[in-house]
Structures are given as C-alpha cells and as structure tokens.
C-alpha cells in the first residue's frame, strides 16, 4: 500500500465493510482534491456542499458528492481541461480509475463528471488483508460524482484553507455562514418528491449546533434564482425562519430518517425529529 494512503486510513476505525468502503471514497475524496488543486481548479472555482463541510468542518456524516461553485458565472467554462493533471495526481497513489465527464441531455449551468474504479480492487489496495473483500463482486464500482455550478448565486464568501495530506494543497471554498445559506435553500427548495433527503435535515442541525450564522445575502440570492422571493423584496432572517418553518410542515420525517440512517453512525440522534422539533431549534436560534 502507498504510505500516504496507509498515514490516511490511521484515522479511520473502520469496523464492518460499508465503514470501509466509506473510508475508501473519504480518501479518494481527498486525493480528488489535492489533484484539481494541482490543476489550478481553485483559481476559478470555490468547494461547498456536505462534504466541504465534512472536511473542513467536522461534520459527523460521510457525504457522497463534490460540489463546486465557480466564483463568477462562465457558460463557457469546461470541466474537462483539469482531467489530466487530476488523472495524474490520481494515478500517482497506485489508484486505477476512470475520470468522465457527464453529457449534457439538457440545458444546465451544472457541469458533472465521475470518477469511477473497481471496488474489490481497491479494496484490497486499502485493506489487502481483509478477507471481506472477497466477498464484493467483480463488477462492483466505487463512483464519486463531482459538480461545477457554472451560474453561481451572488453573495457567497470565500476563504483559503490548507490540507496536508494527501500532499500539502490549497483549497478556495465558502466560508461557513454562506456554507450554510446554501444548506437552508436545500432545506426550502430541494425538490424531494418521492425521496426525501434526511442528510439536509441532519446538515441543518449540524450548523445550528455549531451556533453557524447565515449568509442572508447569498441565502436570498439562490432563493431569487430558485423563483422563490423576488429580487426587489428585501430579505432576512425572520424571512428565512418563515420559509423554513413553512416547509418543516410539509416534511415526511419517516423517509427523512431512512434517508440518512447510511450516512451516519449515531441513529439515537434521530429521535428527535419531526415539525415541532425543527421548528422549535429554528425559532430559538439567532441564525
């Protein structure tokens, strides 16, 4: 095994399959973006998403996507040009992957690409004497999607933070309060139809825990390119409290909990959960 790979996994106390093959992504993860960092992604480009948070925050949740934000709006941008420094770096800890970039079947402002490689091969790259991988099948993939939003919403603050492993990196990624405005326009207007997604939920109580203050203005900015408030309104936190209670009415608590149950690994912490309780931590938090 690679030895930065090995220093990595120390922090892991993996102890059944899916806890290491969740261990498994996190690192790729992180090598996905030491790489575009390599390849000058973070001069046009700005990390935020769950796993951004997971990273740099702490969050107590593995999170499955790369999500990114240009830092100003480029319809022409292209994803693709940072393939082959990344593909490089990738290659360079012994990992066998494809790198591809999802094709546009209609008209988006989100750029998608996949990473995908052999989960029983790495497997035994990661845990070589776990006799559990023989246990995966030959065709299964480990697949981590990444996302470019090429139309950002206004608003967001950026910061600089630094990674030593798996080599020392720079990363340009929102700052917490416009982390979480993010989050509270999932919350609001993420349509979930038939799948609700409990991970928004826990992220939201993540961030009131941490007593997170909320980007207003970035809050607003995504809510107006939603088509949910208008751009002449004013805009703020009893606005964002009203629409967050309104929706925590609507809410089908059972499938949200199902949701992210995979996701974690205190399942007590999900007792709570329901209107009255969403509600409640809302109203009382100075947001």
Same mark, same amino acid.
């Given at each position: 095994?690679?030895?930065?790979?090995?220093?990595?996994?120390?922090?892991?106390?993996?102890?059944?399959?899916?806890?290491?093959?969740?261990?498994?992504?996190?690192?790729?993860?992180?090598?996905?973006?030491? $790489? +575009?960092?390599?390849?000058?992604?973070? @001069?046009?480009?700005?990390?935020?998403? $769950?796993?951004?948070?997971?990273?740099?925050?702490?969050?107590?949740?593995?999170?499955?996507?790369?999500?990114?934000?240009?830092?100003?709006?480029?319809?022409? &941008?292209?994803?693709?040009?940072?393939?082959?420094? +990344?593909?490089?770096?990738?290659?360079? !800890?012994?990992?066998?992957?494809?790198?591809?970039? @999802?094709?546009?079947?209609?008209?988006?402002?989100?750029?998608?690409?996949?990473?995908?490689?052999?989960?029983?091969?790495?497997?035994?790259?990661?845990?070589?004497?776990?006799?559990?991988?023989?246990?995966?099948?030959?065709?299964?993939?480990?697949?981590?999607? &990444?996302?470019?939003?090429?139309?950002?919403?206004?608003?967001?603050?950026?910061?600089?933070?630094?990674?030593?492993?798996?080599?020392?990196?720079?990363?340009?990624? !929102?700052?917490?309060?416009?982390? &979480?405005?993010? @989050?509270?326009?999932?919350?609001?207007?993420?349509?979930?139809?038939?799948?609700?997604?409990?991970?928004?939920?826990?992220?939201?109580?993540?961030?009131?825990?941490?007593?997170?203050?909320?980007?207003?203005?970035?809050?607003?900015?995504?809510? /107006?390119?939603?088509?949910?408030?208008?751009?002449?309104?004013?805009?703020?936190?009893?606005?964002?409290?009203?629409?967050?209670?309104?929706?925590?009415?609507?809410?089908?608590?059972?499938?949200?909990?199902?949701? /992210?149950?995979?996701?974690?690994?205190?399942?007590?912490?999900?007792?709570?959960?329901?209107?009255?309780? &969403?509600?409640?931590?809302?109203?009382?938090?100075?947001?």
């Amino acid at each position: 095994m690679n030895h930065v790979i090995d220093e990595m996994l120390n922090k892991y106390q993996a102890e059944g399959l899916a806890d290491k093959k969740n261990a498994i992504k996190e690192i790729m993860q992180e090598i996905v973006l030491c $790489g +575009l960092s390599r390849a000058g992604f973070f @001069k046009k480009a700005a990390f935020y998403g $769950g796993t951004a948070l997971r990273i740099f925050y702490g969050l107590d949740r593995f999170s499955e996507d790369l999500d990114f934000s240009l830092m100003a709006p480029d319809d022409s &941008f292209e994803l693709s040009e940072f393939f082959p420094t +990344l593909k490089k770096e990738i290659a360079s !800890y012994g990992l066998n992957v494809e790198v591809t970039e @999802k094709e546009k079947t209609k008209e988006s402002a989100i750029r998608s690409a996949f990473l995908k490689g052999n989960t029983r091969e790495h497997m035994l790259l990661f845990y070589a004497s776990d006799p559990a991988a023989s246990a995966i099948a030959g065709n299964e993939t480990i697949k981590i999607k &990444f996302e470019v939003d090429t139309n950002p919403p206004a608003g967001a603050t950026i910061e600089h933070r630094y990674r030593l492993l798996p080599a020392p990196y720079e990363v340009t990624l !929102y700052d917490m309060p416009s982390l &979480f405005a993010g @989050k509270a326009h999932a919350v609001i207007c993420r349509a979930w139809k038939s799948r609700v997604k409990g991970r928004d939920l826990y992220d939201y109580v993540f961030y009131l825990s941490r007593g997170a203050a909320l980007n207003t203005e970035h809050l607003k900015a995504r809510l /107006v390119q939603s088509g949910v408030w208008k751009a002449e309104y004013p805009f703020n936190v009893a606005d964002a409290k009203n629409l967050l209670c309104a929706r925590f009415d609507t809410i089908d608590y059972t499938q949200a909990k199902e949701d /992210v149950r995979p996701f974690i690994k205190d399942n007590a912490a999900l007792d709570l959960w329901g209107a009255d309780f &969403f509600k409640q931590i809302t109203n009382e938090s100075k947001l």
